[in-house]
């Protein structure tokens, strides 16, 4: 007969095969990862997710790791990442998954990494600017660069936590206190407004979005997202009612997302019920309190994410809009067309000629970015 001693050491051998060969069982399988045959090495770019268990984060690291100039993906997160690794692991593509749970674990998860994407950070809810998040996201930035200076210094930093004008300065400062700034890694992502802004004037000119191509200028904030219509390609005229309308749906997209925006067509009913119809739920919140913009956010995180990867093999000719150190302006930080090489943003394009109601636009897209970049720049060299 068998002991009680027996039967339950006989059902902890069992168990320990069925546990999946994660990092904290692998110690109980019979094969260890060590042992498998794979050992890595796969050419490719090594590529770290910072906040990556998010709304952004999760589908930017399945996409990533459908990427396939990526051989290595780090996800870190200071939740939930041990499950996001699992789930993404099992896809059947290139890129090796590694998850890194906590600050403790921040330095081996950035250690070695060529890109490191940054969408850690709270989002927007209705009714709050993107500044409105600036107390929050501020600190976690500063912290997530901190340990970028330290363990991959010449990584190509793509930060998505808004409020993007301010985050950006905020990320340069720590840089410089290390040491380590390289104005050509640092770059302020606002492929969205790009991406948008492809979209909406699509529809408007009837062609299809990848036959379009719409610089977007200034930064990632209100009036600082200022659409070049004059330089759209395909060259297009627009009418001023198409170009007011154009412009503010790209200024406001993120918001959009946020909570529903078309109080203008309600303007008939008067001050009286137009109050009324936005204190409705329904009509007020697009995605109800639960977040900003995701899905599209993954989706031209990862375009950008591409054409920098490929800019750092060599790739001649990869352009993409981008908030940089820039002498564009009179400000240190603007966004524009840049040229993407190994050594990231290697060039940065002028604005080139603007109609009078783009130079209107861009005189008040630099007020407010002054001080959204100087905010940024206090909050470390105070
Ligand atoms: N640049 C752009 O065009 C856009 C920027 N955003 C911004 O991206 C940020 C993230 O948005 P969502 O993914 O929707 O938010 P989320 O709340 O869904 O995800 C953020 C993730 O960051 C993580 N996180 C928080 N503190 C962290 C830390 N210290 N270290 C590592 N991870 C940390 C959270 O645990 C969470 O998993 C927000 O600031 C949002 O405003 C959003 C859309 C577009
Ligand atoms: O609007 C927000 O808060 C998120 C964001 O930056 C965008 O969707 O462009």
């Known amino acids: 007969m068998e002991s009680i001693r027996e039967a339950s050491q006989r059902i902890a051998r069992i168990s ?3 546990r999946p060969p994660n990092s904290q069982t692998e110690e109980s399988c019979v094969l260890k990862r060590a042992d498998c045959r794979a050992k890595g090495g796969a050419p490719g770019f ?17 996409l990533m790791k459908m990427n396939p100039l990526v051989s290595v993906l780090h996800l870190y997160d200071v939740v939930n990442t041990p499950g996001v690794t699992a789930d993404i692991g099992h896809m059947d593509t290139g890129a090796v998954v590694r998850g890194f749970l906590g600050q403790p674990q921040l330095e081996n998860a950035l250690t070695g990494m060529d890109l490191v994407i940054i969408p850690a950070g ?16 501020a600190g976690i930035v500063r912290t997530l660069c901190q340990g ?21 300065p905020i990320a340069a ?3 410089k206190k290390a040491g380590t700034y390289d104005p050509k890694r640092l770059l302020g992502v606002t492929m969205l407004d790009v991406v948008r802004a492809n979209t909406f004037v699509a529809e408007v000119l009837g062609l299809h979005p990848k036959e379009v191509d719409v610089p977007v200028v200034g930064g990632h904030a209100g009036v600082t997202i200022l659409p070049l219509l004059s330089q759209v ?12 309308y154009l412009t503010k749906r ?24 137009l109050n009324y119809v936005k204190q409705c739920p329904c009509y007020w919140q697009a995605k109800a309190g639960a977040g900003s913009a995701t899905l599209s956010m993954a989706y031209a995180a990862v375009k950008f994410a591409d054409a920098c990867l490929r800019g750092l093999r060599g790739d001649a000719g990869v352009v993409e809009c981008a908030f940089v150190a820039s002498e564009v302006t009179e400000l240190p930080f603007f966004a524009t067309k840049v040229r993407l090489g190994r050594r990231g943003a290697e060039e940065v394009y002028q604005l080139g000629p603007l109609n009078e109601y783009e130079r209107v636009g861009l005189e008040r897209a630099k007020k407010e970015l002054a001080e959204s970049i100087q905010k940024g720049v206090s909050f470390i060299r105070k």
Do not use: Y
């Open 16 to 18: 320990a095969h069925l």
């Open 46 to 62: 090594k590529v770290a997710i910072l906040g990556a268990a998010g709304g952004i984060g999760q589908p930017l690291a399945m």
């Open 122 to 137: 709270v989002p927007r809810k209705p009714g709050m600017t993107r500044d409105d998040l600036f107390n929050i996201n």
């Open 148 to 168: 970028i200076a330290k363990c991959c210094p010449n990584a190509i930093v793509n930060l998505i936590s808004n409020p993007v004008n301010s985050t950006v």
């Open 173 to 175: 400062e720590v840089f």
């Open 233 to 244: 390609k395909p060259p297009s005229s627009f009418t001023p009612e198409e170009t007011e």
């Open 250 to 273: 790209i200024q406001d997209g993120g918001t959009e997302v946020v909570q529903v925006i078309f109080f203008s067509s309600f303007s008939f009913l008067g001050a009286h019920w």
